[in-house]
């Protein structure tokens, strides 16, 4: 098998670790496997580079910033190809324009494009293990590019699909995607095998184990992911495309996301236009609006709309929401920050119903006010106030049965 095995930062967080995903690696090939491993920057040490150029500068050319953090990567892609060395196993290691990982130019948060790999494949055919730093490339014009925080994920990937590899191993410091947060609850279940469709839902819902794009990415092109623990030998989380299997299981997870506020227009008039005004002006701020929610008009002349956007984002979603309820003549706008969302994510809810009344039940038993709802094929999202967070994460687990297993 061709095997793509990605460190993190803890994985690499040291050069005992650094050892240790060098141990893993020769055991890999023992095993018979062609390898190539791909690296994140050691623990730390992208924010300390960030911190670094903030000393300096407030607003620090992008461009330059691209060159600072992608040095990162290439620090320990070079320690992990000596400590193969050491073990005795031919590894050369490469920076993103050696794998001619070409990307468009939106520094800082930039699109690959496309990926020849031709240095990295003619190193596999001679018997090398590359090493390649993540979350980097460069575009045709031979200006450095990084992929947005966590993109060492999209490069492992990328790299997967470009080479045909079997697998993409995500080594990180947990054991896989667990069916909920196990610092809420610690009966919370490793899943042995998830979908694409849900991995994003989980991931997009806050479970950041594995940065979204990647993904998305590895859906499109079908990359078989396992994401498992470079501290354990335990087998990790599969994830795959949905099969017959997944059906069978009502909820795959519960997830949250507390990072999110809502802004309530009120006596918006009830026509035509209005909503497309309004998410036009948000939008074009460049501010991504998750959920939303519009009553019925009592009186066929004013409405109440209410939506929600990123907590970071609210000043900004608030100003222009204001202008726009001036221009509207609506009768004013109210902001809660003390929400969050919390979903249940599952492929089995295509073919199964009652999963959201039974949400919505497991709610009221514990008098939990549920402020605004969205649905979609596998997933329903409720917005509650805060504080009942935790509490609604752990009846959620308890009352689907996630403890149990299959
Ligand atoms: N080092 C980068 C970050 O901290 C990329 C990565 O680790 O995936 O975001
Ligand atoms: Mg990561």
């Given at each position: 098998m061709?095997?793509?095995?990605k460190?993190?930062?803890t994985?690499?967080?040291s050069t005992?670790?650094?050892?240790?995903?060098a141990?893993?690696?020769a055991?890999?090939?023992r095993?018979?496997n062609d390898?190539v491993?791909?690296?994140?920057?050691?623990a730390?040490?992208?924010?300390?580079l960030?911190r670094?150029?903030?000393?300096i500068?407030?607003?620090p050319p992008?461009?330059e910033?691209d060159?600072l953090?992608?040095s990162g990567?290439?620090i320990?892609?070079?320690?992990?190809a000596i400590?193969l060395?050491e073990?005795?196993?031919?590894?050369?290691?490469?920076t993103?324009?050696?794998?001619?990982?070409?990307?468009?130019?939106a520094?800082t948060?930039?699109?690959?494009e496309?990926?020849t790999a031709?240095q990295v494949k003619?190193?596999?055919?001679?018997?090398?293990?590359?090493?390649i730093a993540?979350?980097?490339?460069?575009t045709?014009t031979a200006?450095?590019?990084?992929?947005g925080?966590?993109?060492?994920?999209?490069?492992?990937?990328a790299?997967?699909?470009?080479?045909?590899a079997?697998?993409?191993?995500?080594y990180?410091?947990v054991?896989?995607?667990?069916?909920?947060d196990?610092?809420i609850?610690?009966?919370?279940?490793?899943?042995?095998?998830?979908?694409?469709e849900e991995?994003?839902?989980l991931?997009?819902l806050?479970?950041?184990?594995?940065q979204t794009r990647s993904?998305?990415?590895?859906?499109?092109y079908n990359?078989?992911l396992?994401?498992?623990?470079?501290?354990s030998d335990?087998?990790?989380t599969l994830?795959?495309?949905?099969?017959?299997?997944m059906e069978?299981?009502?909820?795959?997870?519960?997830a949250?996301?507390?990072n999110?506020s809502k802004?309530?227009?009120l006596?918006?008039p009830?026509?035509?236009?209005?909503?497309?005004?309004?998410?036009?002006?948000?939008?074009?701020?460049?501010?991504v609006?998750?959920?939303?929610?519009?009553?019925?008009?009592?009186?066929g002349?004013?409405?109440?709309?209410?939506?929600?956007?990123?907590r970071p984002?609210?000043?900004?979603a608030?100003?222009?929401?204001?202008?726009?309820?001036?221009?509207?003549?609506a009768?004013g706008?109210?902001?809660?920050n003390?929400?969050a969302?919390?979903?249940?994510?599952g492929?089995?809810?295509?073919?199964?119903?009652?999963?959201?009344?039974?949400?919505f039940?497991t709610?009221?038993?514990q008098?939990?006010?549920?402020?605004?709802?969205?649905?979609?094929?596998i997933?329903?999202?409720?917005?509650i106030?805060?504080?009942?967070t935790e509490l609604?994460?752990?009846v959620l687990h308890?009352?689907?049965?996630?403890?149990?297993?299959d």
């Amino acid at each position: 098998m061709l095997i793509v095995q990605k460190y993190g930062g803890t994985s690499v967080g040291s050069t005992e670790r650094i050892k240790a995903v060098a141990d893993r690696v020769a055991r890999t090939r023992r095993e018979g496997n062609d390898v190539v491993v791909v690296v994140s920057a050691m623990a730390g040490e992208t924010d300390k580079l960030i911190r670094l150029a903030g000393e300096i500068s407030d607003s620090p050319p992008e461009r330059e910033m691209d060159l600072l953090l992608s040095s990162g990567e290439r620090i320990s892609a070079a320690l992990t190809a000596i400590a193969l060395n050491e073990l005795g196993i031919k590894a050369r290691s490469f920076t993103g324009r050696q794998v001619g990982i070409v990307t468009d130019t939106a520094h800082t948060r930039a699109r690959i494009e496309k990926i020849t790999a031709t240095q990295v494949k003619k190193a596999i055919s001679e018997g090398y293990v590359p090493v390649i730093a993540g979350f980097q490339g460069t575009t045709e014009t031979a200006e450095v590019t990084t992929l947005g925080r966590g993109g060492s994920d999209l490069t492992a990937v990328a790299v997967a699909a470009a080479l045909g590899a079997d697998l993409c191993e995500i080594y990180t410091d947990v054991e896989g995607v667990f069916t909920t947060d196990p610092g809420i609850v610690p009966e919370a279940r490793k899943l042995d095998k998830i979908s694409y469709e849900e991995m994003l839902e989980l991931a997009s819902l806050g479970a950041k184990v594995l940065q979204t794009r990647s993904v998305e990415f590895a859906m499109k092109y079908n990359v078989p992911l396992v994401v498992r623990s470079s501290f354990s030998d335990k087998p990790g989380t599969l994830v795959v495309m949905e099969d017959k299997d997944m059906e069978k299981v009502l909820v795959s997870g519960v997830a949250y996301d507390k990072n999110q506020s809502k802004i309530t227009i009120l006596g918006v008039p009830d026509k035509p236009g209005i909503a497309a005004r309004l998410f036009k002006s948000i939008a074009d701020a460049g501010i991504v609006v998750d959920m939303i929610v519009q009553n019925v008009s009592s009186d066929g002349k004013s409405t109440d709309i209410s939506f929600t956007v990123p907590r970071p984002d609210i000043q900004k979603a608030v100003r222009i929401t204001e202008e726009v309820v001036q221009d509207l003549g609506a009768r004013g706008i109210s902001v809660d920050n003390n929400i969050a969302k919390v979903s249940i994510v599952g492929v089995g809810m295509k073919t199964h119903s009652g999963v959201a009344a039974k949400m919505f039940e497991t709610f009221a038993e514990q008098g939990i006010n549920i402020k605004m709802i969205s649905t979609s094929e596998i997933k329903v999202s409720c917005v509650i106030d805060s504080k009942y967070t935790e509490l609604a994460v752990r009846v959620l687990h308890d009352a689907f049965d996630l403890a149990k297993g299959d």
